[in-house]
T-cell receptor, first 114, second 112 residues
Framework: QKEVEQNSGPLSVPEGAIASLNCTYSDRGSQSFFWYRQYSGKSPELIMFIYSNGDKEDGRFTAQLNKASQYVSLLIRDSQPSDSATYLCAVGEPMNTGFQKLVFGTGTRLLVSP | DVKVTQSSRYLVKRTGEKVFLECVQDMDHENMFWYRQDPGLGLRLIYFSYDVKMKEKGDIPEGYSVSREKKERFSLILESASTNQTSMYLC???????????FGSGTRLTVV
């Protein structure tokens, strides 16, 4: 089983600050990377995905991928209290059948204080 | 928007009962998945299906089975529920040519 590691947190940031969430993965052959947000008592929702090295921006969110160092990060600019949630990193792992499964980290809890 | 519906939000079952968890998606997706989520362990894949009547074991299939008789419906079966199967169960589906999953709202199962 390939591993995806995240610091469980909580990561506390003040409103308006940049929150930086990090994830490392063990399978050097992984090609697809995802960030999910999960509010307490709710199911995960996809917020970003990235396949290539570098940065990918979507609104206040930026995903960063460094395959050589095997890490993925998520930056949230202008953090809002509504961003308080657990952020799950997921990595695509190819299977023998030719399909892909997602391997999830245990998540980082983000707290944004007003 | 894709809708993935899990029939029950909360379930309480007794040890030894046979339990059925149902999941329905409305977008004709071929790939469907069952995960369980536990504190400190994250989401772990139980089973997945890549087409009708096709299924593959995930990382923790012991004590579970699945059924996919129609494309839109993927059922998880606990053959004889045990207390260590108390968990949040999440169903997901994946559109073709897209890697990200859409999750259902989850079923919190308690086995007493």
């Amino acid at each position: 089983q390939k591993e995806v590691e995240q610091n469980s947190g909580p990561l506390s940031v003040p409103e308006g600050a940049i929150a930086s969430l990090n994830c490392t993965y063990s399978d050097r052959g992984s090609q697809s990377f995802f960030w999910y947000r999960q509010y307490s008592g709710k199911s995960p929702e996809l917020i970003m995905f990235i396949y290539s090295n570098g940065d990918k921006e979507d609104g206040r969110f930026t995903a960063q991928l460094n395959k050589a160092s095997q890490y993925v990060s998520l930056l949230i600019r202008d953090s809002q209290p509504s961003d308080s949630a657990t952020y799950l990193c997921a990595v695509g792992e190819p299977m023998n059948t030719g399909f892909q499964k997602l391997v999830f980290g245990t998540g980082t809890r983000l707290l944004v204080s007003p | 928007d894709v809708k993935v519906t899990q029939s029950s939000r909360y379930l309480v079952k007794r040890t030894g009962e046979k339990v059925f968890l149902e999941c329905v998606q409305d977008m004709d997706h071929e790939n469907m998945f069952w995960y369980r989520q536990d504190p400190g362990l994250g989401l772990r894949l139980i089973y997945f299906s890549y087409d009708v009547k096709m299924k593959e074991k995930g990382d923790i299939p012991e004590g579970y089975s699945v059924s996919r008789e129609k494309k839109e419906r993927f059922s998880l079966i606990l053959e004889s529920a045990s207390t260590n199967q108390t968990s949040m169960y999440l169903c997901a589906s994946r559109p073709p040519q897209v890697d990200g999953y859409t999750f259902g709202s989850g079923t919190r199962l308690t086995v007493v």
